[in-house]
Nanobody, 123 residues
Framework: QVKLVESGGGLVQAGGSLRLSCAASGRSFSSYAMGWFRQVPGKEREFVAAISWNGSRTYYADSVKGRFTISRDNAMNTVYLQMNTLKPEDTAVYYC????????????????WGQGTQVTVSS
């Protein structure tokens, strides 16, 4: 099992930027793909972005493509989500997770989750 801790959330105006970080414990971080999801109250947790184990492939939800960038630093056991041109509809709790299979868009294929970090975008 791995422990994941997100940070970097906060309150930002529409059009602004935030960078989320997810620090992972354990020695196997570089062996796994990682993903970011988000959730608002009353809705299902939705896929935002994923990155392969070595960072060579990235995947994005259509709603964030061109605005968000996922990256990772395996030496630091950390995955990042750079969020630019934020919109009020990006407001959510953001979670990082470790992928257990290659079906990155489905939250059921992740086996470890962080506690989440709140992102609030004001209009």
């Amino acid at each position: 099992q791995v422990k994941l801790v997100e940070s970097g959330g906060g309150l930002v105006q529409a059009g602004g930027s935030l960078r989320l970080s997810c620090a992972a414990s354990g020695r196997s971080f570089s062996s796994y793909a990682m993903g970011w999801f988000r959730q608002v109250p009353g809705k299902e947790r939705e896929f935002v972005a994923a990155i392969s184990w070595n960072g060579s492939r990235t995947y994005y939800a259509d709603s964030v493509k061109g605005r968000f960038t996922i990256s990772r630093d395996n030496a630091m056991n950390t995955v990042y989500l750079q969020m630019n041109t934020l919109k009020p509809e990006d407001t959510a709790v953001y979670y990082c997770a470790r992928a257990s299979s290659a079906h990155y868009y489905d939250r059921r294929n992740y086996d470890s989750w962080g506690q989440g970090t709140q992102v609030t975008v004001s209009s």
